[in-house]
DNA sequence: GGGGATCTCGTACGCTGTATCGCATGCCGT
DNA sequence: ACGGCATGCGATACAGCGTACGAGATCCCC
C-alpha cells in the first residue's frame, strides 16, 4: 500500500501497475495476489490509508462554520498531497475505517445545532458536494499543464488562434473579455464558496 | 463518435475501446486513426457532442436564480443520461465548442446582475463546483449496485456484519444511528443544496 | 523426521493503445 | 486513354495491462 502510494503520489495512478508495485518491492506480480483479491482492493486501501491525513487531532472549534472550515481545509490540501485521490472520485465509493472516521468527525463539528441527525447529514451532504467538486476542478487544473507534457508551449501555440477565432466570432460576447483579460483571482476561490453555501444554510437554519 | 456514445451508454466507458468503435462500424481498428490522433480525442469529441445537450434552448428565466437552476438541471439530467461523464471528469479538461456555449448561456443567465464579468466567473464557478460534486457522487452511488453486478445480495450481506460491528463498537456514536435507520430522505437534495449556495449568494450580493 | 499448510511466482491468455508499413483505390495531368 | 501519385484502409506486431492456473519452495507442527 506504501508502496503504491508512493508511485502514485510521484508519477500518477496511472503508473501505479500491479507489476509495477511487486517491482517496487522487489517481488514479482503474482504475489501481490497473496495479499489482495483485485486491483480495484488496492486502490480502496490506497483511498483509505490517506484518508487518514484529513483527521483532525487537536479538539474541533466550538463553533460549527469554523469546525467544518478546519476539516475541509484539511480535506484540500490532503487532495493537493495526492492529486491522485480525484482519479478514484468517479469510480470507487470508499468507506474503509478511515473514511468512517471522517464522517463521525463532520458530524461531530455540527454538534453544536440544534437539529436532528437527518438534517445534519444533508448539511455535510451539501458541504461534501461542493467541496468534491471544487477540489476535482482544482486539481484537473493543476494537472491539465503537466498532462500535456514538453508540448506546454505548444498547446498554448495551438490554442492561441483558436481563441483568438472565438473572440472574434462574436459569438461569445460574455466569455471573450474573460478570455482576453484571463481569469487570475485570488485564491481564496474555495472559502469563499464554502462561506456562500454555509451562510446559505446558517440562515436557513436560523428561521431564514 | 456516434458509436462511441452509444456504447458508453450501453455499457459504461470501460466498453469503449478502439476496437469495438471500429467493430461497431463495420471497420478495423487502425482505420479510426485516420480521423483521431489519439484515443483522448475521440473521448474530449463524445464530451463536447453531449455538452450540446445541457444547452437551452428557450430564452433563459429573467430571474437568474430561475435562470442558473434551469441550467443545472439540465446539466443533471444529461448527466444522468450518460453516467460515464463523471469518469472524463477527473482527467479532461473538456472546453469544446459546446461546452464554451454552455459557459457563455451560464454568464447570460447572470445578466441581471449588477456586478462586473470576473464576480459573475467566481459565481458561476462555486455554483458549478456544487454541481459536479454533487453529480458526481449521486452517479457513483446510481452506480456503485451495477459495478458489483451479482455480488449484490452478496456484498450486503458482506457489509452486514461490518455494519453491525461499527455500530456495536461504538466508535461512531453519530455515524451509527444513520447506519441503522437508513438514510432514504426524499429527491429533492441536489435543489436544496443550490438554494442554499444561492441564497449565500444573494445575500452576499445584496451587501449582507 | 514426515506431512500438511502456506507463500511465491513462472507461464499464459485475452485484452488494451498504437507505430509501422503494404496494398488498393481513385484522381489528375498529359 | 494512360501513367503516376496521393490517399485512406487495414494486417501485423509490440509492449503493456489484470489475473487464472498450478508448480515449486518453504515453514511449522505433530
Known amino acids: 500500500m506504501a508502496a503504491a502510494i508512493a508511485i502514485a503520489d510521484a ?85 474503509g475505517p478511515n473514511g468512517l472516521r471522517h464522517v463521525e468527525q463532520s458530524l461531530a463539528a455540527l454538534d453544536g445545532l440544534a437539529v436532528d441527525q437527518l438534517a445534519k447529514w444533508r448539511i455535510l451532504a451539501a458541504i461534501d458536494d461542493y467541496s468534491l467538486g471544487f477540489i476535482v476542478r482544482e486539481s484537473l487544473e493543476r494537472a491539465a499543464p503537466r498532462r500535456m507534457g514538453v508540448s506546454d508551449a505548444e498547446r498554448t501555440a495551438l490554442a492561441e488562434p483558436y481563441m483568438r477565432e472565438l473572440v472574434a466570432s462574436g ?32 440562515s436557513d437554519l436560523s428561521g431564514r
Chains 1, 2 share one sequence.
Open 171 to 202: 459569438a461569445f460576447p460574455r466569455l471573450a473579455p474573460l478570455i482576453e483579460g484571463g481569469v487570475a483571482g485570488a485564491d481564496d476561490t474555495y472559502e469563499r464558496g464554502l462561506n456562500w453555501l454555509l451562510d446559505g444554510i446558517e
Open 11 to 95: 508519477e500518477g495512478l496511472g503508473a501505479v501497475s500491479i507489476r509495477r508495485v511487486a517491482t517496487e518491492l522487489g517481488a514479482r506480480a503474482m504475489t501481490l495476489y497473496s495479499y489482495i483479491e483485485r486491483k480495484e482492493d488496492l486502490l480502496d486501501l490506497m483511498a483509505d490509508e490517506i484518508a487518514a491525513e484529513v483527521l483532525v487531532d487537536e479538539p474541533l472549534p466550538e463553533d460549527w462554520r469554523e469546525a467544518i472550515l478546519t476539516i475541509a481545509r484539511r480535506e484540500r490540501e490532503m487532495v493537493l498531497r495526492h492529486p491522485w485521490r480525484v482519479d478514484l472520485v468517479s469510480q470507487r465509493v470508499s468507506v
